[in-house]
């Protein structure tokens, strides 16, 4: 899932180097949203500079594996949180959690938070669009739709992004290549749905939620580079304000929607805890390094793991039915994300011709 700031997250976080890419990358996944401002900036300088194949270490892999799995657990940590909590107090949790492990780091590094007053605002407008809303959002559709279908609903925030792009990035253009990925994409979802049965055994309003939190991310990637892209704050300054405004934006609303707990039963605790501590505030460390290491290409990779996941946990975890439509319709869609954000080739120039009979 996505982190705060999308993807320094966000965690979160897909980029290929057209516009569209870039503006949705971190969007990708849930967690990954964390850190947009700063993998803004970070993914502009990665993109133009490869890694140098020699600095990589395998150890990469290893913290890939483990992003992979932290986010595809996080509609796992939702289901389990929403059974002991309303969906609001599992989401200030999770954004509390989540900025108290950036706040711990940022205090051992003695960096500190932004000071202007325009970062500050632009990055309210960013926790809203990329933390309070969508993950409010995906606990209150995981009330009534599974977490598989949650986990594939999310992996459709490339599509919306590329979508948006094109009407909020006036230097994007759409290409054969795209159209056809995002038409391939949407025709996943008509087949997660099942969609020839008129939607029979889905819950609408659920769905319609999972997937408005899925395009609450490119909303606020968009949102990111139009405003903080190349900001001089750090990648762990900006994630850090930006839950910390989540928090409070989920703060003041939380007691307005909901009543206090009566008891705070422990294992829908420690799921609150984990979505928070790992999938939004630690993921997005992880993410970052991955990032810096070996380039946004790869590291958007993650996102296509995090669905399989999400279903392999929904379903031995949470005995969640399965049909055949769904892991069918999820590689749907997984091929049209890839295909949108995918560049075809360049070509090489052709040889110059001799004429062997020109001597």
Do not use: K, Y
């Given at each position: 899932m996505s982190t705060a700031t999308g993807a320094?997250?966000?965690?979160?976080?897909?980029?290929?180097?057209?516009?569209?890419?870039?503006a949705c990358a971190a969007a990708d996944s849930d967690a990954a949203t964390t850190a947009a401002p700063a993998v803004a900036s970070l993914r502009a300088t990665t993109a133009t500079a490869a890694p140098k194949a020699g600095g990589r270490t395998h150890g990469w892999q290893l913290r890939f594996a483990v992003l992979s799995l932290i986010w595809g657990f996080s509609f796992f940590f939702i289901k389990v949180g929403t059974q002991?909590?309303?969906p609001l107090q599992?989401?200030?949790g999770r954004v509390g959690f989540g900025a108290l492990v950036l706040l711990a780091v940022l205090a051992v590094k003695r960096e500190r938070l932004p000071r202007s007053a325009r970062t500050w605002a632009h990055l309210t407008v960013a926790a809203f669009f990329l933390n309070a809303l969508p993950f409010s959002l995906f606990a209150y559709a995981e009330?009534?739709?599974?977490?598989?279908?949650?986990?594939?609903?999310?992996?459709?925030s490339p599509l919306?992004?590329?979508?948006?792009?094109?009407?909020?990035?006036?230097?994007?253009?759409?290409t054969r290549r795209r159209v056809a990925g995002l038409g391939l994409g949407f025709l996943g979802v008509l087949t997660v749905l099942g969609a020839w049965q008129g939607f029979a055994g889905t819950d609408l309003t659920g769905t319609l939620m999972a997937l408005g939190a899925s395009l609450c991310y490119p909303v606020g990637w968009i949102y990111v580079r139009r405003t903080l892209a190349g900001t001089q704050?750090?990648?762990?300054?900006?994630?850090?304000?930006?839950?910390?405004l989540a928090t409070a934006q989920l703060?003041?609303?939380?007691p307005l929607f909901t009543t206090a707990p009566a008891d705070y039963p422990l294992v829908p605790l420690l799921a609150v805890f984990a979505l928070g501590a790992l999938g939004t505030g630690l993921a997005f460390l992880i993410q970052y390094g991955l990032v810096a290491e070996v380039g946004p290409t790869t590291a958007q990779m993650v996102t296509y793991f995090v669905p399989v996941i999400a279903t392999a946990a929904g379903v031995a975890l949470l005995h969640e039915q399965l049909s055949w439509n769904t892991p069918v319709g999820a590689l749907i869609i997984l091929a049209g994300a890839a295909l949108t954000q995918s560049r075809p080739r360049p070509r090489r120039p052709a040889p110059p011709r001799t004429d062997a009979t020109s001597a």
């Open positions: 320094p997250t966000a965690s979160a976080d897909t980029t290929t180097n057209p516009p569209a890419a870039t002991g909590f309303a599992v989401t200030l009330l009534t739709v599974p977490s598989t279908l949650a986990g594939i609903c999310n992996a459709t919306w992004g590329m979508v948006l792009s094109v009407v909020a990035l006036s230097e994007d253009r759409p704050h750090s990648h762990l300054s900006m994630s850090s304000a930006q839950l910390l703060a003041v609303v939380t």
